[in-house]
Every structure is written in C-alpha cells, then in structure tokens.
C-alpha cells in the first residue's frame, strides 16, 4: 500500500492508501492506466480511455482533460511510492492553478 492523492469527479482530491500493484490501480481508475508526467517528480494516474468510454470530465492538468477518477503518486526509478505530505501541498496547488478546474479541492 501507498499513500496517493485521489480525486474522484465533483469530490474534494484527498490522500488514501492505494494498492501499488498494476492491477490495484487499474482497478482504482477503471481501466487500463495513463501515466501523466507532472511537477517535482509526481506522475498522474488516469484511465487511459476515460474520454473514450465518455467518463465526466474531472480536471484539466497541465494541458490534459482527465476524465473520471484519478490519482497523483510520486515516480521513484520507475515505481510508484507514496506521496509525502509536501507533495500533497504541491499536488493540490498544481490542481488549483488550472484554469478548467470545476471542483473545490
């Protein structure tokens, strides 16, 4: 288990324990995983095929439209660890700065 910002469509992102494994994120999102590069060392968890099997749009994150539930982990020579409490801060702030973001955070 890993500690991951989850944000769910018209819910306030907040910090859970996830599984790390491929199939326990897969499971989480929905579907198979999109990984989306983010600031400081953060990667972005998504269902690749979010628009495709027209999920609701949740967020627009540095150019992307994410549609239905995500989370953002930290990336860690190629695995996924938990966030620290800083990265949840920033995480957040990155949320809040974009333009399209309907959803108090």
Same mark, same amino acid.
């Given at each position: 288990?890993?500690?991951?910002?989850?944000?769910?469509?018209?819910?306030?992102?907040?910090?859970?324990?996830?599984?790390?494994?491929?199939?326990?994120?897969?499971?989480?999102? !929905?579907?198979? @995983?999109?990984?989306?590069?983010?600031? +400081?060392?953060?990667?972005?968890?998504?269902? *690749? =095929?979010?628009? $495709?099997?027209?999920?609701?749009?949740?967020?627009?994150?540095?150019?992307?439209?994410?549609? !239905?539930?995500? @989370?953002?982990?930290?990336?860690?020579? +190629?695995?996924?660890?938990?966030?620290?409490? *800083? =990265?949840?801060? $920033?995480?957040?702030?990155?949320?809040?700065?974009?333009?399209?973001?309907?959803?108090?955070?």
């Amino acid at each position: 288990m890993i500690s991951a910002l989850v944000k769910d469509v018209g819910a306030s992102a907040g910090v859970q324990f996830v599984d790390e494994s491929l199939r326990g994120l897969q499971a989480l999102v !929905g579907g198979y @995983l999109q990984a989306v590069p983010v600031a +400081g060392g953060l990667t972005l968890l998504c269902d *690749e =095929d979010g628009l $495709a099997k027209r999920l609701p749009f949740n967020v627009m994150v540095e150019g992307h439209r994410i549609h !239905g539930l995500f @989370l953002i982990v930290r990336s860690e020579d +190629g695995e996924f660890v938990s966030i620290t409490p *800083e =990265d949840a801060m $920033a995480a957040r702030e990155l949320l809040s700065s974009e333009p399209l973001v309907g959803v108090a955070l």
